[in-house]
């Protein structure tokens, strides 16, 4: 049974940070491509990054410069580090998990995907 369970999000001030975690079980992670999403109220669900198993990274360009993704293989966990938060960041997160690196097929989704955690950003 594959699971991923995010932690780390929560209610911080505009210019502050958080760091998401995804601990994932059920799969065999080193060999996976991970990602994060994200979804505001209202809005479609959007990728916010992404990393292949050999760790290339791929960012939204409203991230670039401030969000960092990593992964542990020793530990199947994947990060988020989130700086300079801003108020258009408030979402809840996803993490997500696939054999490939999915963002580079139009319109392919990952199959496994976590419960996600909040994130709120107060002006």
């Known amino acids: 049974q594959v699971q991923l369970v995010e932690s780390g999000g929560g209610l911080v001030q505009a210019g502050g940070s958080l760091r998401l975690s995804c601990a994932t079980s059920g799969i065999i992670f080193s060999i996976n491509a991970m990602g994060w999403y994200r979804q505001a109220p209202g809005k479609q669900r959007e990728l916010v990054a992404s990393?292949?198993?050999?760790?290339?990274?791929n960012y939204a360009d409203f991230v670039k410069g401030r969000f960092t993704i990593s992964r542990d293989n020793a530990k199947n966990t994947v990060y988020l580090q989130m700086n300079s938060l801003k108020p258009e960041d408030t979402a809840t997160y996803y993490c997500?998990?696939?054999?490939?690196?999915?963002?580079?097929?139009?319109?392919?989704?990952?199959?496994?995907w976590g419960q996600g955690t909040q994130v709120t950003v107060s002006s």
């Open positions: 990393i292949t198993s050999g760790g290339s990274t």
């Open positions: 997500a998990a696939a054999g490939f690196a999915w963002w580079v097929v139009a319109s392919t989704r990952p199959p496994y």
